[in-house]
């Protein structure tokens, strides 16, 4: 048995099922009950465990919310433990739990291992874990992408290591073709912006600006402005200083200090303190004598000049004419300039771009049909094994005659690349179109299988194909909603038959309406409701011995205790355990 078993879910409010727990065990697991009796609750819950969509619509009438919980035995080292543990969750005893709760008015939450995750976790640990197959998987199969996709993942590295280079190749041809476009469709967006940029360059290498300049021109026309202002305020305190000679009777602060000075020198001998504080008046006295001489020379070289104070402010009003347009100030405009520059190299430089980035893409879409024709041959090839292995199959599930087969073709498209001579539509998988085609008997033409398939024959299609890939690609459980759908007799018994075998390799869960495919479960559980229409703890059990005949002559009959029907159950019954 694979690792990674199903152990228990317990659901609760979720559509008719008011509280119920269902225990499943490795091995075929059978799921049977009357019609709305809940059965396919048991899928939805399982679905919602696995990160499927919340349907508010699911919420049993008059709760407030919906929760399932699960638990999961998992491989040790297996890629689903490493995600589970990578979002933080913890293991219990070697299992995972699960929850999944949604409320009535839409809001959904989901634990794992304790832990709060996104919904999306659970869906990426899901893929590892399950395999889930129901009607809506069916009508999936019908759509070209799924079956290129189901050949695809048979064919495992074959097909994965050439489809990885293609689809490199890919994304770089779209993005340089994205880029190629975005040059030649906006040339003239580009050509205006080119235009403007050289303007606002000649302008401002017209100017000449230097870093700072505006500063310094300011401060500059400020000095000259009020120059007469300045010079006699420097006249004043030079004379407050330093005296003035007009009028020799004055005080001065210079004079005042000096004779200060000279009294303390007097008498410093006599008291040390006293003479620290008489150098520090010489030491004023020094200073006031170089302040007042530097106030002289600033009122000597202080010269009111119209003529500067015009051309400063012609200057400066040039300046302001690029700070209006370019910048705060100069140093944002030469930062602008500097910018602008190398934008118009990279517009100049379009045609030369242009070319480059058509060589480029021409080179890519030569690789890219060389590897597209790799991909188309190794498809062909997993196409005829995988046909085959379907074919097997569906003579074990009373189709003896039915033959499977796969076309693989491509469109035409000028755009496209070239394969094989010719020019063919291509997309982020191939050039290929995938299409499962279906001939149920001999001399009959094989048809797609949307087309030639009934719903008996595409479910045991299905089957197949999932028993095929149990082979090369197994998840640890398989859980099949009416896979049954349209079938009866003995492709009914065939397909018990064949569950059975998948069973032996990992969990198989099916809900069923036919008694031929429940009597080949290990285990068959019941679902029935109680007479409020609920399905409550006891309406889940599992049935053995004589219940189990009596539900299978219900299902065969729709009476228990009709004898017939009980012969019939106990020779399924029989049937089963003899092929087992």
């Given at each position: 048995?694979?690792?990674?078993?199903?152990?228990?879910?317990r659901?609760r409010?979720?559509?008719?099922?008011?509280d119920?727990?269902v225990v499943?065990?490795?091995?075929?697991?059978?799921v049977?009950?009357?019609?709305?009796?809940?059965k396919t609750?048991?899928?939805?819950?399982?679905g919602?465990?696995?990160?499927?969509?919340a349907?508010?619509?699911?919420v049993?009438?008059?709760?407030?919310?919906a929760?399932v919980?699960?638990?999961?035995?998992?491989?040790a080292?297996?890629?689903a433990?490493?995600?589970a543990e990578?979002?933080g969750a913890?293991?219990?005893?070697?299992?995972?739990?699960?929850?999944?709760?949604?409320?009535?008015?839409?809001?959904s939450r989901?634990?794992l291992?304790g832990?709060?995750v996104?919904?999306?976790?659970?869906?990426?640990?899901?893929?590892?874990l399950v395999?889930?197959?129901?009607q809506?998987?069916?009508?999936?199969?019908?759509?070209?992408?799924?079956?290129?996709?189901?050949l695809d993942?048979?064919a495992?590295?074959a097909?994965a290591?050439?489809?990885?280079?293609?689809?490199?190749?890919?994304?770089r041809?779209?993005?340089?073709s994205a880029?190629?476009?975005?040059i030649t469709?906006?040339?003239r967006?580009?050509?205006?912006?080119a235009?403007m940029?050289?303007f606002?360059?000649d302008?401002?290498?017209?100017?000449?600006p230097?870093a700072?300049?505006d500063?310094?021109?300011?401060?500059e026309?400020?000095r000259l402005?009020?120059?007469?202002?300045l010079?006699s305020?420097?006249?004043?305190?030079?004379a407050a200083?330093a005296?003035?000679?007009e009028d020799?009777?004055?005080?001065?602060?210079a004079?005042?200090?000096a004779?200060?000075?000279r009294t303390?020198?007097?008498?410093?001998s006599h008291?040390?303190?006293l003479?620290?504080?008489?150098g520090?008046?010489g030491e004023?006295?020094?200073?006031l004598?170089d302040?007042?001489?530097?106030?002289a020379?600033y009122?000597d070289?202080?010269?009111?000049?119209?003529?500067?104070l015009?051309?400063?402010e012609?200057?400066?009003a040039a300046l302001?004419?690029?700070?209006?347009?370019?910048?705060?100030?100069?140093?944002?405009?030469?930062?602008?300039?500097?910018?602008?520059a190398?934008?118009l190299?990279?517009?100049d430089?379009?045609?030369?771009?242009?070319?480059?980035l058509?060589?480029?893409?021409?080179?890519?879409?030569?690789?890219l049909?060389?590897l597209?024709?790799?991909?188309t041959?190794a498809?062909?090839e997993?196409?005829e094994?995988?046909a085959?292995a379907?074919?097997?199959e569906l003579?074990?599930l009373?189709?003896?005659?039915?033959?499977?087969?796969?076309?693989?073709?491509?469109?035409?498209?000028p755009?496209?690349?070239?394969?094989?001579?010719r020019?063919?539509a291509?997309?982020p998988?191939?050039?290929?179109?995938v299409?499962?085609?279906l001939?149920?008997?001999?001399?009959?033409?094989p048809?797609?299988?949307?087309?030639?398939?009934?719903?008996?024959?595409l479910?045991?299609?299905m089957?197949?194909v999932?028993?095929?890939?149990a082979?090369?690609d197994?998840v640890?459980?398989?859980?099949?909603?009416?896979?049954?759908?349209?079938?009866?007799?003995?492709?009914?018994?065939?397909?018990?038959?064949?569950?059975?075998?998948?069973?032996?390799?990992?969990?198989?869960?099916?809900?069923?309406?036919l008694?031929?495919?429940?009597?080949?479960?290990?285990?068959?559980?019941?679902?029935e409701?109680?007479?409020?229409?609920s399905?409550?703890?006891?309406?889940?059990?599992?049935?053995?011995?004589?219940?189990?005949?009596?539900?299978?002559s219900?299902?065969?009959?729709?009476?228990?205790?009709?004898?017939?029907a009980r012969?019939?159950?106990?020779e399924?019954?029989?049937?089963?355990?003899a092929d087992?």
């Amino acid at each position: 048995m694979v690792g990674g078993v199903l152990e228990e879910m317990r659901i609760r409010s979720l559509g008719v099922i008011d509280d119920a727990v269902v225990v499943l065990s490795p091995g075929f697991t059978a799921v049977t009950g009357e019609t709305g009796a809940g059965k396919t609750m048991v899928v939805t819950s399982l679905g919602l465990l696995l990160g499927g969509r919340a349907d508010p619509a699911l919420v049993r009438i008059g709760a407030k919310n919906a929760v399932v919980e699960g638990r999961i035995a998992v491989p040790a080292r297996g890629t689903a433990v490493v995600r589970a543990e990578e979002a933080g969750a913890e293991l219990d005893d070697g299992a995972l739990l699960i929850s999944r709760t949604v409320s009535a008015e839409g809001r959904s939450r989901a634990h794992l291992g304790g832990r709060s995750v996104p919904v999306g976790v659970l869906a990426e640990i899901a893929d590892e874990l399950v395999a889930v197959h129901g009607q809506t998987d069916q009508q999936g199969l019908l759509k070209l992408s799924r079956q290129r996709q189901a050949l695809d993942r048979y064919a495992g590295d074959a097909v994965a290591v050439p489809l990885a280079k293609y689809a490199g190749a890919y994304r770089r041809l779209r993005a340089i073709s994205a880029e190629l476009d975005e040059i030649t469709t906006r040339a003239r967006e580009r050509a205006q912006e080119a235009d403007m940029l050289r303007f606002g360059l000649d302008e401002i290498a017209a100017v000449e600006p230097r870093a700072g300049e505006d500063v310094e021109l300011g401060a500059e026309a400020e000095r000259l402005g009020h120059a007469e202002a300045l010079a006699s305020a420097a006249t004043a305190a030079h004379a407050a200083l330093a005296g003035n000679p007009e009028d020799p009777e004055g005080i001065d602060a210079a004079t005042l200090v000096a004779g200060a000075h000279r009294t303390l020198e007097a008498v410093r001998s006599h008291d040390s303190s006293l003479a620290e504080l008489s150098g520090r008046i010489g030491e004023i006295n020094i200073l006031l004598r170089d302040v007042a001489g530097e106030l002289a020379g600033y009122a000597d070289d202080l010269d009111a000049d119209p003529l500067r104070l015009a051309a400063v402010e012609e200057r400066r009003a040039a300046l302001t004419q690029l700070t209006r347009k370019y910048g705060v100030d100069i140093d944002a405009v030469l930062a602008w300039a500097e910018q602008g520059a190398a934008r118009l190299l990279e517009l100049d430089g379009d045609d030369e771009r242009i070319d480059e980035l058509t060589g480029e893409r021409d080179v890519l879409r030569t690789e890219l049909g060389g590897l597209a024709q790799a991909l188309t041959e190794a498809r062909t090839e997993a196409a005829e094994r995988f046909a085959g292995a379907v074919t097997a199959e569906l003579a074990s599930l009373a189709m003896p005659h039915a033959r499977v087969s796969f076309e693989i073709r491509q469109s035409d498209d000028p755009a496209g690349v070239e394969i094989g001579g010719r020019t063919v539509a291509y997309g982020p998988a191939g050039v290929d179109e995938v299409e499962l085609l279906l001939a149920p008997h001999p001399g009959a033409p094989p048809r797609p299988i949307a087309k030639g398939a009934s719903g008996g024959e595409l479910s045991r299609v299905m089957l197949a194909v999932e028993v095929v890939f149990a082979g090369t690609d197994p998840v640890p459980t398989y859980l099949f909603d009416e896979v049954d759908a349209g079938v009866g007799g003995k492709a009914a018994v065939e397909i018990g038959r064949r569950l059975a075998k998948l069973a032996k390799t990992a969990q198989v869960v099916v809900v069923t309406h036919l008694p031929q495919v429940a009597a080949f479960a290990d285990r068959q559980l019941l679902v029935e409701k109680t007479n409020d229409g609920s399905v409550t703890r006891s309406g889940v059990k599992v049935l053995e011995g004589e219940d189990r005949v009596r539900e299978l002559s219900r299902m065969l009959a729709g009476q228990e205790d009709s004898e017939t029907a009980r012969a019939h159950a106990e020779e399924l019954l029989a049937t089963a355990r003899a092929d087992g």
